[in-house]
């Protein structure tokens, strides 16, 4: 009978881990759950800041573009009036 009741016993404290060991495989499971949802969530946070990153670069390249057009511009009609100003310049020495 005493043996019996050790077995029992052995049966209890197996049965009690097995309700620990499962209690913990959920939490682990939950935790899982809780972190692959952050990490999707981060990574969709990375994805539109590369996005914007792209675009703000686009922009900025167009900027740029612009700016040394204009620049480009502006030299050219500075060389217009210098060039006028040389021809001016030698005319009057002439005449």
Same mark, same amino acid.
């Given at each position: 009978? =005493?043996?019996?009741? /050790?077995?029992?016993? +052995?049966? &209890? !404290?197996? /049965?009690?881990?097995?309700?620990? +060991?499962?209690?913990? !495989? &959920?939490? +682990? !499971? !939950?935790?899982?759950?809780? +972190?692959? =949802?952050? =990490? =999707?969530?981060?990574?969709?946070e990375c994805v539109r800041a590369r996005q914007e990153m792209h675009r703000a670069l686009e922009a900025a390249s167009e900027e740029a573009l612009r700016a040394e057009r204009g620049g480009a511009e502006i030299e050219a009609k500075l060389r217009s009036l210098n060039d006028r100003l040389i021809d001016l310049v030698r005319e009057r020495r002439r005449g």
């Open positions: 009978m =005493a043996e019996l009741t /050790g077995i029992e016993s +052995l049966i &209890d !404290r197996l /049965g009690e881990k097995i309700d620990v +060991l499962i209690q913990e !495989r &959920d939490d +682990l !499971r !939950r935790e899982i759950d809780r +972190l692959s =949802a952050y =990490a =999707a969530q981060r990574d969709e």
